[in-house]
């Protein structure tokens, strides 16, 4: 089973940039489509972006050009860089991890980000 653990959310300004990473404990991460979702308080989970085992990669129209999805296979590990912030960015970020065989998701915990205007 995989765990996925989020990290570095926090508080930035309009325009500012973070880059949210999520290691996720897998005996063979390459089995594994990486995502990252967003929900803002009061809305619906969305996704942000997806990037396959091979690399490809999917994002929401609203972050294409200022996000961008990675991964390491060596690290285990999944980043999302995010750019030019807007407050609307402001939301939890959660990374899953989907298993390509099963389709099965599992989930991190979460990570806050605050984008202050």
């Known amino acids: 089973q995989v765990q996925p653990v989020e990290s570095g959310g926090g508080l930035v300004q309009t325009g500012g940039s973070l880059r949210l990473s999520c290691a996720a404990s897998a005996s063979n991460f390459n089995l594994y489509v990486m995502c990252w979702y967003r929900q803002a308080q009061g809305s619906q989970r969305e996704l942000v972006a997806h990037i396959t085992p091979r690399g490809g990669t999917n994002y929401a129209d609203l972050v294409k050009g200022r996000f961008t999805i990675s991964r390491d296979s060596a690290e285990n590990t999944s980043y999302l860089q995010m750019n030019s912030l807007k407050p609307d960015d402001t939301a939890v970020y959660y990374c899953?991890?989907?298993?390509?065989?099963?389709?099965?998701?599992?989930w991190g915990q979460g990570t806050q980000v605050t984008v202050s205007s």
């Open positions: 899953s991890a989907r298993q390509r065989i099963s389709g099965a998701d599992y």
